[in-house]
């Protein structure tokens, strides 16, 4: 009798002790988070790895383009929004890099001013023409141009950022995707208000 209830009772300490590991396990796997390193199967997908590296580039350009104002635009309130665009963009290209880093993926290298066209496989993103103009562009003539191409170049990160959330997996990635979303698409209509057209 006393070797059966030793029996059942490490029976129910393991399945005690199985359940206690599946609950952490739960807990702290499959988030992407610190406890995982955000490599676990599960914690990412090839949609996020796509997504973190092709809004880089983008981000990269868009900080480009709103470099440019300080020098070149007339409007005080195109300076303002070029200000604010790279004050959001600089932070959420580092937070991507380390995503990048975390998965064993490669950070894409900064071509920006580099003349390395990526306008035909990124959506929104200028051609080194459009970048050129842009550069040798002062006055109203830079704020009429800036604000044309960052609405576009707006509009192609909320399409890459809808797909992210659709087919992303790591949560942080599809939070940070519906924030581009919320900030990107404030900010067009605030461009196309400048521009006459709101």
């Known amino acids: 009798m006393t ?3 030793r ?9 005690t002790a199985s359940v206690a590991a599946l609950t952490l396990a739960a807990c702290g ?32 350009q868009a900080v480009e383009m709103a ?9 005080a309130q195109v300076k303002s929004l070029a200000t604010k665009i790279k004050g959001a963009q600089d932070p959420e290209i580092e937070t991507m890099s380390g995503w ?21 496989s990124t959506p929104g993103m200028m051609s080194d023409a459009d970048m050129g103009k842009l550069e040798k562009a002062s ?15 707006h509009k192609g990160a909320v399409d890459m950022a809808k797909a992210e959330k659709a087919d992303g997996r790591y949560g942080p ?26």
Not at 67 to 75: C, F, K, N
Not at 139 to 153: K, P, Q, R, Y
Not at 173 to 198: C, F, H, P, Y
């Open 3 to 5: 070797a059966q209830r």
């Open 7 to 15: 029996f059942v009772r490490r029976t129910v300490l393991a399945a």
């Open 29 to 60: 796997g499959g988030t992407g988070g610190k406890a995982d390193g955000g490599t676990e199967a599960g914690g990412h997908n090839a949609a996020d790895v796509s997504f973190s590296k092709e809004m880089i580039q983008h981000h990269r």
């Open 67 to 75: 470099g440019l104002a300080a020098g070149h635009a007339s409007s």
């Open 100 to 120: 990048l880093t975390s998965w064993g993926e490669k950070v894409p290298q900064d071509m920006s001013g580099m003349g390395h066209d990526m306008s035909s």
């Open 139 to 153: 006055g109203t003539a830079f704020d009429t141009m800036f604000l044309t191409m960052m609405v576009e170049h």
């Open 173 to 198: 990635a599809t939070g940070l995707a519906a924030d581009v979303i919320t900030a990107q698409s404030a900010e067009i209509t605030r461009m196309n208000k400048l521009l006459g057209k709101g």
